[in-house]
Structure formats: structure tokens, C-alpha cells
């Protein structure tokens, strides 16, 4: 069981907009910054969103990040069949003194 | 242009050890905390084992903690992971990953190098 719970599944149609979301505790999410990860198939992971809601250069504007309390979700709008992959969250943990990864969501564009 | 190359993987059996590296250019190695992080086949990420740029903080996942060990060699620019008491649930990808401060964004990532432990 990973620390950080998300949804293992979530899909939509191109052009629409999705949500998954990302559940820790007060040692995790709620004291450290939220991080997102994208892996498309067969690739490394690549950083989506740093700082809770920050896009490095070159991610898109369709991608969002936000953060409530011990609780974090990434927003895709606009769908794209290229956006197929699987998402990660992640945070550092002061209780683990270490990152813990949510276990992962795996999207579908239908 | 940044790149993170991992190497040393492959096929070892149960109980046996392995030595991970990770050579990285394109940027200051000596001023970013390195990471390690696995994937089994077919499931998701798990942080392994980071070190602060000099060395200083190392910081280790319970699963590994007292079989793994993680260094640096600055002058080298690369980042090792020694692996003991080898077992099969350390089947995975294993990834080199930097970040700015310990607990900063995992930024750049190498492509991995598979690490399996049968008999």
C-alpha cells in the first residue's frame, strides 16, 4: 500500500477535463510541497508540476496542480490521446524522513 | 543539455550484490542531491535513496535501509547505489533522479537500468 492513495484508474474523451486526485496525511502533503510525474509508455517519469502548482518550462497550461490541506489533485483540461499514461504524486514524508509516491493513475483517453 | 546514465544492472541471484551508477553531465552534480528510485515490473514508483551534495544527509527507504548504500564521487560526477543481500523483490527499473535540495523536485531523470534477482 503506498502512503499517498490516488485513484488507479481515470479516463475522458479528447478535449475534456479530468481530475485525479492524490490523499496523504499532515507528515506528507500537508507540511511539504506536492509533486506530479508523467510516464507515458515505455519512458522515464517526467516532472509535471513542482511546489503544489508550479509548471517547469515546456509543460503545457492544460496541466494544473493544487493543494488543500493533506490533499492534492492534478487537472488535465483539453484531453489528448498523447496525454495516455500514468501519473504520479509524490512528497517528501518527515515521519519516513524519505519521498513516498502515490501508487500511481493510469489514464485512458477513450 | 542535462543527462542522468545509469548502469551496472543485471542478473543476479538471491543473497547476491550489485553496484548501481549513475554518470550525469550538463550541469553543477556537486551543488544537487541524488535519488534513486525503482519500478517493479508493472508497478508504480518507489523512492529508494537520496544524498545531499556533500554527502552530509543520506536517507534511505525501510525496504532498503541496512542492505543498500548510496554514494558520490564529485570529482567523478556520478552517484552510486551498492546493493546486498540481493532479493526478489528488488526486481525493478532503477532510475537516477536530481533534485535542488533533498526534498526539492525530482527534475531530470536518467532511463533506467533493470536489476533482476532470480535463481
Known amino acids: 500500500q503506498s502512503v499517498l492513495a490516488q485513484p488507479p484508474s481515470a479516463s475522458g474523451t479528447p478535449g475534456q477535463r479530468v481530475t485525479i486526485s492524490c490523499s496523504g496525511s499532515n507528515s506528507n502533503i500537508e507540511s511539504n510541497y506536492v509533486y506530479w510525474y508523467q510516464q507515458l509508455p515505455g519512458t522515464a517519469p517526467r516532472l509535471l508540476i513542482y511546489r503544489n502548482d508550479q509548471r517547469p518550462s515546456g509543460v503545457p497550461d492544460r496541466f494544473s496542480g493544487s493543494k488543500s490541506g493533506t490533499s492534492a489533485s492534478l487537472a488535465i483540461s483539453g484531453l489528448r490521446s498523447d496525454d495516455e499514461g500514468d501519473y504520479y504524486c509524490?512528497?517528501?514524508?518527515?515521519?519516513?524522513?524519505?519521498?513516498?509516491f502515490g501508487g500511481g493513475t493510469k489514464l485512458t483517453v477513450l | 543539455e542535462v543527462q542522468l546514465v545509469e548502469s551496472g544492472g543485471g542478473l543476479v541471484k538471491p543473497g547476491g550484490s550489485l553496484r548501481l551508477s549513475c554518470e550525469v553531465s550538463g550541469f553543477n552534480f556537486r551543488t544537487f542531491t541524488m535519488n534513486w528510485v525503482r519500478q517493479a515490473p508493472g508497478r508504480g514508483l518507489e523512492w529508494v535513496s537520496s544524498i545531499s551534495s556533500g554527502s552530509t544527509y543520506i536517507y534511505y527507504a525501510d525496504s532498503v535501509r541496512g542492505r543498500f548504500t548510496i554514494s558520490r564521487d564529485n570529482a567523478k560526477d556520478s552517484v552510486y547505489l551498492q546493493m546486498n543481500t540481493l532479493r526478489a523483490e528488488d526486481t525493478a527499473l532503477y532510475y537516477c533522479?536530481?533534485?535542488?535540495?533533498?526534498?526539492?523536485?525530482?527534475?531530470?531523470w536518467g532511463q533506467g537500468t533493470q536489476v533482476t534477482v532470480s535463481s
Open positions: 509524490e512528497a517528501w514524508d518527515d515521519s519516513l524522513s524519505g519521498r513516498v
Open positions: 533522479a536530481r533534485d535542488e535540495c533533498g526534498s526539492c523536485a525530482l527534475d531530470s
